[in-house]
């Protein structure tokens, strides 16, 4: 079965776009691990007591996420996603301070 020129040119136009789309997704979650890992870095550098008070904003700042997001929860991965997240930056609040 042989295919139209227009169903060609749609085909190609959908496979420009999904690698585009691609490549924009990996272009993002490259730059969210540096960020992740800058976070990290300079949370590791804050006193105790003062990273007691981010760990308290940070909590009540995610409780206001929550609570907006009540009526249009995520779906399964990203929900799985935003608490390991959560875990992994309230994991780092929680190490010793960077001697």
Sequence with gaps: M????FEAATNEAHTQLT???GNAL???GVR???IRELCQALLTHFP???RADIERSF?????????MTDDNVFPAGAQTAFLNE???F?????????T
């Design 2 to 5: 042989q295919t139209s020129a």
């Design 19 to 21: 690698t585009v789309q």
């Design 26 to 28: 990996l272009d993002y």
């Design 32 to 34: 969210m691990i540096v």
């Design 48 to 50: 105790v007591s003062s």
């Design 59 to 67: 909590r009540t700042r995610i409780e206001r996420v929550l609570e």
């Design 86 to 88: 959560i875990n992994y």
């Design 90 to 98: 309230l994991g780092t609040l929680g190490k010793k301070a960077a």
